[in-house]
């Protein structure tokens, strides 16, 4: 059983930058595994924020970023903003099947 | 732009089967270059991708393990919509369902947009 796995909680202070990750069961992740990130706030459906490792969609803030790092997808807030307290996932893609991370609460504090 | 709309049932009763249908507009289901999905989320079990349906000169469908024995996952190109199935129901089925878009192009691939969400309670 594939098992992707996050930071369950993170705190950081506004204006600070974070950094939060995802990996995989099988070993490194890669661009094979088309790295999704999604936010998510209470009441809210997942709102896509990164795809494929590094892409912004047009609504995603510059603060954001994805990128690979130490065989694990990642997701960086640069500048955090009390709007960024939130619920992240990332979802990574196993040929055929997709699987969700268990998610990070980030508190911004 | 792109809007799914999520119709069905809120509530199952145990060992029967929950049905839902995404309605699209904006975009094909029978579209080349995308994946129409289903994902739940509950408290318990977190974010679940369950399954899809894609077309790629015949239709073609990917399920989760996790559900692979009970899903059934259709769609409906006359009326441009794609439907869930999920069979022998338990309250663990009990969850927030979506329909999502999956898109690919260039090389990546991204997940947008979202249906609305439906709650589904299993309960006698």
């Known amino acids: 059983q594939t098992v992707v796995t996050q930071e369950p909680s993170l705190t950081v202070s506004p204006g600070g930058t974070v950094t939060l990750t995802c990996a995989s069961s099988?070993?490194?992740?890669?661009?094979?595994?088309?790295p999704n990130w999604f936010q998510q706030k209470p009441g809210q459906a997942p709102r896509a924020l990164i795809y494929?490792?590094?892409n912004k969609h047009s609504w995603t803030p510059a603060r954001f970023s994805g990128s690979l790092l130490g065989g694990k997808a990642a997701l960086t807030l640069s500048g955090v903003q009390p709007e960024d307290e939130a619920e992240y996932y990332c979802?990574?893609?196993?040929?055929?099947?997709?699987?969700f991370g268990g998610g990070t609460k980030l508190t911004v504090l | 732009q792109v809007q799914l709309q999520q119709s069905g049932p809120g509530l199952a009763k145990p060992s029967q089967t929950l049905s839902l249908t995404c309605a699209i507009s904006?975009?094909?289901?029978?579209?080349?270059?995308?994946?129409w999905n289903w994902i739940r989320q509950s408290p318990s079990r977190g974010l679940e991708w369950l399954g899809r349906?894609?077309?790629?000169?015949?239709?073609?469908?990917d399920y989760a393990v996790s559900v692979k024995s009970r899903i059934i996952i259709n769609s409906d190109t006359s009326k441009n919509q794609f439907s869930l199935q999920l069979n022998s129901v338990t309250p663990e089925d009990t969850a927030v369902y979506y329909c999502?878009?999956?898109?690919?192009?260039?090389?990546?691939?991204?997940?947008?947009?979202w249906g609305q969400g439906t709650l589904v309670t299993v309960s006698s």
């Open positions: 999502v878009r999956e898109k690919a192009a260039a090389g990546k691939t991204w997940f947008d947009p």
């Open positions: 904006g975009d094909s289901v029978s579209s080349n270059s995308v994946a």
């Open positions: 349906t894609y077309y790629r000169s015949k239709w073609y469908n």
């Open positions: 099988t070993g490194a992740v890669t661009s094979g595994y088309y």
């Open positions: 494929s490792i590094t």
């Open positions: 979802l990574l893609y196993y040929g055929g099947a997709w699987v």
